[in-house]
């Protein structure tokens, strides 16, 4: 038996500490072709946006450039955030220090430190849905075009 539905200003907390707490995110994207790719990326959320690194010639890091837009997961099929976001592609050096540095601190991971060509992705989203079982189906939308509904 599934448990009572929560509300959606219990989903919008829940989802927004995930983002705060989580480390990785499935980021799932395409290429011009609708070839889709779908990997594991290392995040940080800074309120507003997420940002993630990826080399820069990597399925991923073509497909976000070429697209600017990506499709994201965390958690999983029991307790799942989908979100939908515009993607800003960004050269390492473009990203103020400060925000690289917390980067690697909460993810353990520096792609400035690497002799392969990165680049950062900072992923607004434009909507997010979430929900545990069938029971929270209804409502589960709790951002659309960039604005919180709840």
């Given at each position: 038996m599934?448990?009572q539905?929560?509300?959606?200003a219990?989903?919008?907390?829940d989802?927004?500490?995930?983002l705060?707490?989580?480390?990785d995110v499935w980021v799932?994207?395409?290429?011009?072709?609708?070839?889709?790719?779908?990997?594991?990326?290392s995040f940080?959320?800074?309120?507003?946006a997420?940002?993630?690194?990826?080399?820069?010639e990597?399925?991923?890091g073509r497909n976000?450039?070429?697209?600017r837009?990506a499709?994201l997961?965390l958690?999983?099929?029991?307790d799942?955030?989908?979100?939908e976001?515009?993607v800003?592609v960004l050269?390492?050096?473009?990203?103020p220090?400060?925000?690289g540095?917390?980067?690697?601190t909460r993810?353990g991971?520096?792609p400035?430190?690497?002799?392969?060509?990165?680049r950062?992705f900072?992923?607004?989203?434009?909507?997010i849905?979430?929900?545990?079982?069938?029971?929270e189906?209804?409502?589960?939308?709790?951002?659309?075009d960039g604005?919180?509904l709840v």
């Amino acid at each position: 038996m599934s448990a009572q539905p929560r509300s959606r200003a219990r989903r919008r907390r829940d989802t927004e500490h995930r983002l705060t707490h989580d480390i990785d995110v499935w980021v799932a994207s395409a290429s011009a072709d609708g070839a889709p790719h779908l990997v594991p990326l290392s995040f940080d959320w800074d309120g507003e946006a997420l940002l993630a690194a990826t080399p820069a010639e990597s399925p991923t890091g073509r497909n976000l450039a070429a697209t600017r837009t990506a499709r994201l997961a965390l958690g999983h099929t029991r307790d799942v955030v989908m979100m939908e976001g515009d993607v800003e592609v960004l050269d390492l050096d473009a990203v103020p220090l400060q925000r690289g540095d917390r980067f690697a601190t909460r993810t353990g991971f520096d792609p400035r430190s690497l002799s392969t060509p990165y680049r950062w992705f900072r992923i607004t989203p434009r909507r997010i849905q979430a929900w545990r079982e069938e029971n929270e189906l209804a409502g589960r939308e709790l951002m659309r075009d960039g604005r919180w509904l709840v």
